[in-house]
């Protein structure tokens, strides 16, 4: 994942050149999210190689089933990963920074250039926004 996300950034700084670290950062998430839904797509789905895996085969003494090895969760992980890439603009380099690029609070603060109290704030919401779209459930106006 790290060498495809790594590959990825490297392509598309061919043709863009940060204007700060900020968006930097920004790109960099965005390939990486990228990879991540992509990989997750590849596994997932009656095209992906989870369909290739026959669940239902009867063990060696004909009575006991054999465990799924099929992923169960690789479909929840690419929402996740798309409803970030849906959140504002604001709460996704905040989301991007402290989720997909480690950085602290301090440091994440420093390269958008805002208050720590601000970015607490927009970690927050987009924490909430993201709890609410997994359930299904709508967002206030």
Do not use: C
């Not at 969760?73 to 990963?81: I, R």
């Not at 927050?124 to 709508?138: N, S």
């Amino acid at each position: 994942m790290l060498t495809e996300a790594l590959t990825r950034l490297h392509r598309s700084l061919e043709t863009i050149r940060p204007e700060s670290p900020r968006h930097f950062y920004n790109l960099a998430a965005t390939q990486i999210r990228r990879v991540l839904i992509d990989m997750a797509r590849r596994y997932h789905g009656p095209m992906g190689l989870g369909a290739n895996f026959d669940t239902g085969t009867i063990g060696g003494d004909g009575n006991q089933a054999v465990e799924s090895v099929e992923p169960t969760d690789l479909m929840e992980w690419t929402e996740f990963h798309e409803q970030v890439e849906g959140l504002p603009e604001q709460e996704r380099e905040v989301f991007s920074l402290l989720w997909y690029e480690g950085l602290t609070h301090e440091e994440a603060a420093e390269v958008l250039g805002m208050s720590k109290r601000t970015l607490r704030r927009r970690w927050q919401d987009a924490r909430y926004r993201i709890v609410k779209a997994r359930r299904g459930e709508p967002l206030p106006e």
